[in-house]
């Protein structure tokens, strides 16, 4: 957990807010005007909302945006008594929306923000605006699967099924860097000590990278599925369906096949447009910020 005033020497200048009805002091942010339009920015593993810093200062200055840290990342607590699934970073998200009192919702997710988006809009479709998916997949159609892993989930199954996976990712406070280039990033220029810090320091040791260890293994073992297939019976998915979409897709990620994510979408959302970022990598939004957020604020301006 990083310390609450830390701003990174001032690359996070935003004020922090936290949310203790979850059981865990949860970190967020929220900027711009209360009464805008309502942007949540979520992000993955094993990252937090510092990958959004560039995104809100210009989206800030129209809509109300707000970027929370999940259990377990960045600047929110690292509960040792939790389960660590989709099913409870969907919970959380759906009491923090609660909280807020925050309908007409537009969702920007990348990597684990886009199943938990789709989790929680599938049962709480009345609050959603649209989405702005950036190298992730909700996972609801009936698309065939790859057949082999992506190197991100073979390098995990190779350490889980050698007992080493926990040994490995429970020591991110040093090795973060190394870890998000196997999903891949791209930008290399962004790399210094302020950046590693910014991402190594939610991890001083093993039992703050609980959520780190715990959300690959979520989808290599498919713990996530009765989850899923019980939002599917039970919420609408052709409303999901009907809101508007866009998704964004660096296509050199080695984390989730860019095809099968491209193929998910569309069937989901035919009539939606893809945009394929040739030279980014997993982590998009720091390989080429400014045309996701180019999008996300051309998409606002024709579904607001």
Not at 258 to 263: E, G, L, S
């Amino acid at each position: 957990m990083i310390n609450h005033d830390e701003t990174f020497r001032g690359t996070w200048p935003f004020k922090p807010n936290f949310f203790n009805g979850n059981g865990f002091k949860q970190h967020y942010i929220d900027e711009g005007p209360t009464d805008g339009i309502p942007i949540i920015m979520l992000h993955g593993e094993p990252t937090w909302g510092y990958i959004y810093r560039n995104f809100i200062p210009q989206l800030s200055k129209k809509y109300r945006v707000i970027v929370p840290d999940l259990m377990g990342f960045g600047k929110s607590e690292s509960p040792q008594d939790k389960e660590y699934t989709l099913k409870t970073h969907v919970e959380n998200l759906a009491r923090l929306i609660d909280f807020l009192d925050l309908k007409n919702i537009t969702f920007v997710g990348q990597d684990w923000g886009g199943p938990i988006t789709g989790a929680y809009s599938i049962r709480n479709i009345d609050r959603v605006k649209g989405y702005v998916l950036i190298n992730t997949l909700f996972g609801y159609s009936k698309e065939e699967r790859p057949k082999g892993l992506t190197p991100w989930f073979k390098w995990i199954k190779k350490h889980h099924e050698a007992n080493t996976l926990e040994g490995i990712l429970g020591e991110l406070g040093s090795t973060v860097l190394s870890v998000m280039k196997i999903p891949n990033f791209t930008n290399n220029n962004i790399i210094n000590d302020n950046w590693i810090n910014a991402y190594s320091s939610q991890f001083p040791n093993r039992a703050s990278c609980i959520g780190a260890i715990n959300f690959p293994l979520d989808a290599l073992l498919n713990r996530i599925v009765p989850f899923i297939v019980e939002g599917i019976k039970q919420g609408n998915l052709s409303e999901l369906c009907s809101k508007p979409a866009i998704l964004a897709y660096g296509m050199q990620d080695k984390a989730i096949d860019p095809d099968y994510a491209i193929r998910d979408f569309k069937a989901l959302f035919p009539n939606s447009s893809v945009t394929k970022i040739p030279n980014a990598g997993h982590y998009s939004q720091e390989d080429e910020p400014q045309i996701l957020i180019d999008l996300i604020d051309k998409f606002m301006s024709e579904n607001s």
